[in-house]
């Protein structure tokens, strides 16, 4: 560990929660109990970097200090449910992330090498699960498809958590790095072709979509402003049709004779608008004050629905949104993060960095799991570009030929 590291704590934290997500993953049991047993351990070690960190340096890490003058009150406040300790515990890995790499500097060389080595191992695992080679965890039958093309019938690729959303985002988040971040190293071509191969046997649409939107940012991006309008596209429309399906979802599409609206997202969405509908028309009418801090996100939140192959789902809390799901779980935590996360893009982001970036914003809109306690790429990524990366006009590009502030130095090349 400490070798693929170099010694630096921050790098060994990373393949940590690589290691500690594809264990939980395999050994899940009782929802998210193995995510909480990953994370409490990930907490402690930290908490010892912090302790020796802050005992042996002679100034104040500000940006910390203010941002735990402001969480860590929250994490305080009640309800004391078994439901709030996911939001609980990722606030605490959120503020101890920011801690390590505001403290501990990593050179992009290293962190692509941990991005692709641990994509690497997850995507053998999963093809090996996924052709009966090596049985980890029986797949998800409701969140995996069975396709005919030519007359040949195959299932759809799904990660180890038995699900295609468990690879198919994770897929285009890593053939993204290597388009646009990681330029250099003996084996790019071969992750290009792999998480591009990996993310096209899902067949899911959403990747797709937000590839070819992130590829085309980066042409039409050239500065800050536009990249803040980019993020503020998808938001607005996504606004719009949770408040079109609490209002009218019954109303006729404009020029679109004999379509009303409920079909049309039904249908444009793969039935994660029934979910929607459901569950905001709860948040609206059912969240107390008190839920407004730790919301229930659990059984109170089910909604029975046909997804967009005929499936009937019955009694799934699941919203299938990474901007719901926190919400949901913690409206004022989710109000603090986006905004950090915002206020982060238009400040630190560069012309490469953005489509990386805004593709992970677009895939959040149609997988629950893309920030939290599960996958930690995205997590790490967001932080990687925009703490890691020094502060640069938004036209100039970072690669593996600009050093970092205080890197482990360009050691090797990047697999």
Known sequence: MFRLGYGNPLLVVLYYLFGAYLVATISGIDGNAAFYGASLVFLWASCLLLANRVGSRQK??????????????LLFFPPWEKQSLYIRFFA?????????????????????????????????????NWMGFLPLVPHDSANSFVITISGFTFETLYGIGGSTADIDSYSGLVLMWNLFICRRGRFRVLMVVLSAAAMLMTFRFTPIVALFGACLSYFFVSNRFLAMLALSVPAV?????????QINPAGKVPFLAGLDWQSLLWAGTHARSSVWSGQIHYYMTEFGLSDFLYGPMDERMTVDFIDGEGRFHAKSYNPHNAYLAMLFRSTVMFALFYGLFFWGVVRRARRNTFPVLFFISIVAYTNATIVGLQNPAFLLVIFFLLMAVPKGRFKETYSLAKRLRAPVAVERPAL
């Open 92 to 128: 605490l890995e959120f503020l101890l992330l920011f801690f390590l790499f505001t403290e501990f500097k990593v050179s992009l060389a290293a962190f692509s090498r941990c991005l692709n080595l641990t994509y690497l191992l997850y995507f053998a695992l999963s093809a090996l």
């Open 60 to 73: 104040v890490n500000l940006k910390f200090l203010v941002l735990c003058s402001v969480l860590v009150p």
């Open 237 to 245: 429309g996504f606004i719009s049709v949770l408040v079109i399906l």
